[in-house]
């Protein structure tokens, strides 16, 4: 039995048809009410149905400490990556443990346990919990302050049994749009020399120019450079725990269709690095 994603125009016939499949079997594996109607994107179950190898997927999955152990169990054996959410730094680049007062360590002994990198999530959350670009402005624009956080880092990392770190800074002040570059090459840098993986989160764009405080202050192509992958936000576009939105979709795959998945690949980020979303 495999997975079969439905496309544009299919039907649970064509379908069928098309695997030389059994109809019925179809309905039934797939519990499906009359009549039958499928959206793009559906994944159904085809018994019989063989499907043409697929390229290599990296999936990554978001959690905080505070995740339920039964939760977290059931979700790492399909997980590559867990990023785990989140350490924060000071002005001066000390680094800051994930808030909550949740340890961290037996969501790391748990993703070795079912073969998951699990990923350091870095971000900038000042005091009241928010995104806070003074926090970036004070880091990535002196020297010392960047050498304090990628020591401190490293040093984390290495005693914790992370594998590699993931960049989650949002609403980076244009000003900085350069130094935040050059700081996430300087982090990847060393980060590649120790043996771990840098990636960079960023909002997914629908035009090269794109206006607003998640864009400006990221070179998408300098920074695609300087990472070793890249994370495409695109539950920017919708949240899990708001109403299920066609909007979100129909944007998804504007983005998909317009190679926008790769972030306007040739003018913005290189082909080469991988993306997740």
Known sequence: MEIYVVRPGDSVDSIAQTLDANVEQIIYDNQL????????????????????????????????????PWMLEQTLPYLTELRVFSYGFTMEGELLPPSYGEDDEWMIAQAVRFDTQPILTLTPFGPDGNFNNQLIHSVVNDEAYTANLIQNLLDTMGRKGYTGIDIDFEYIMAQDRDAFSAFVRQVAETMRAAGYH???????????????????????????EAADSVLLMTYEWGYTYSHASRKYIKEMRKALESRLFFILAASDILPKRSCNC
Not at 44 to 58: F, I, M, N, Q, W
Not at 198 to 224: C, F
């Open 198 to 224: 840098t990636s960079v989160a960023l909002a997914p764009k629908t035009s090269a120019d794109q206006a607003g405080l998640l864009y400006e202050g990221k070179d998408y192509r300098a920074l695609g």
């Open 33 to 68: 009410t009359y009549p039958y109607e499928l959206a793009v994107g559906q994944a159904l179950l085809v018994s019989g149905y063989v499907k043409e190898p697929d390229r290599t997927a990296a999936v990554s999955g978001y959690a905080y400490p505070f995740i339920s």
